[in-house]
């Protein structure tokens, strides 16, 4: 029997005509994401990765089998994988996914972050991400506000995987409202995985509760908040756009701008000068929350 190509990190394996166009991995809490691309008619031999793995499908669709079971999987689909899983992929009509590599460490100091493997050693449930439009542009971009996104969803999918353990309760857990006041308390945003450790939870099961009793999630939480401090600092200040832009976590002063106008309705230098009383002032006596 032939031996598996080994996969580390999900980017290197023997058959050199197998490999798919991978962009440079973004570290994000406890994942290292990247976007995968594979063209028409590619294929991966038997191989294993050395690290659990996330995958979300963004466009075309592929076909996965471990010689007991297949699996074909489309745009907005994820699928949760055991680490040294030996599996083959084809790619008929190309493919373009997002893969988060899981850290070893996390994995063994939190045995519930995975669900249980059935004897594929891998899990297929949908995600949250539909559609699938514009997140792999959401990694390249980088910013603090489009990693925790894609953090999110990532830990979404672990908690579907694993089922939802707080579908009866009542009342909202009672880490909530101290988890909130945190995250108020941060100048810049935090990762899930720093704000579920401080609460000494799963960071799956947390964000899946918490956008159960808070109605969205907590990267949507999170941006919410920094448009509202960008706009706060626009009133209150004279700092450049680009000096706010960068202190709440855009990843520039246009990408500031285009979420601004489409939650205010206005681009931030027109909401400026329309609610900022101060027409001078010096940076220097600013002082950040």
């Given amino acids: ?42 294929h991966l031999p038997r191989h294993d990765h050395d690290r659990a793995s996330v995958l979300i499908v963004l466009d075309g669709e592929f076909g996965e089998t471990d010689g007991r079971t297949r699996r074909a999987c489309t745009p907005g689909e994820a699928l949760i994988r055991a680490s040294h899983h030996r599996h083959a992929n084809r790619f008929p009509s190309g493919c373009t996914v997002l893969l988060a590599m899981i850290d070893h460490d996390a994995s063994i100091r939190d045995p519930g972050l995975l669900p249980r493997f059935d004897r594929s050693g891998s899990r297929a449930c949908a995600s949250a991400a539909r559609p699938t439009f514009g997140l792999a542009d959401r990694v390249l971009l980088g910013s603090t506000l489009d990693l925790l996104h894609i953090e999110d969803l990532m830990l979404e999918a672990l908690s579907l995987g694993a089922g939802d353990r707080d579908a009866r309760a009542m009342n909202p857990p009672g880490w909530l409202k101290e988890t909130l006041e945190f995250i108020h308390a941060q100048p810049a945003p935090a990762p899930i995985s720093r704000i579920a450790e401080r609460a000494g939870l799963n960071p799956s099961h947390m964000a899946r509760a918490f956008r159960r009793w808070r109605g969205c999630t907590l990267s949507q939480y999170t941006r919410r908040l920094a448009l509202q401090r960008a706009a706060d600092d626009l009133c209150s200040t004279t700092l450049p756009l680009a000096s706010i832009a960068r202190h709440r976590g855009f990843a520039d002063q246009s990408h500031m701008t285009r979420e601004f106008a489409r939650v205010f309705g206005t681009p931030p230098g027109a909401f400026r000068n329309a609610h900022n009383p101060c027409k001078t002032g010096r940076a220097a006596d600013v002082r950040w929350d």
């Fill in 1 to 42: 029997m032939d031996q598996p190509a080994r996969v580390r990190g999900g980017c290197c394996i023997r058959d050199s005509g197998a490999l798919g166009d991978q962009s440079a991995p973004k570290r994000i809490g406890i994942f290292e994401v990247s976007v995968v691309r594979y063209p028409p008619g590619s």
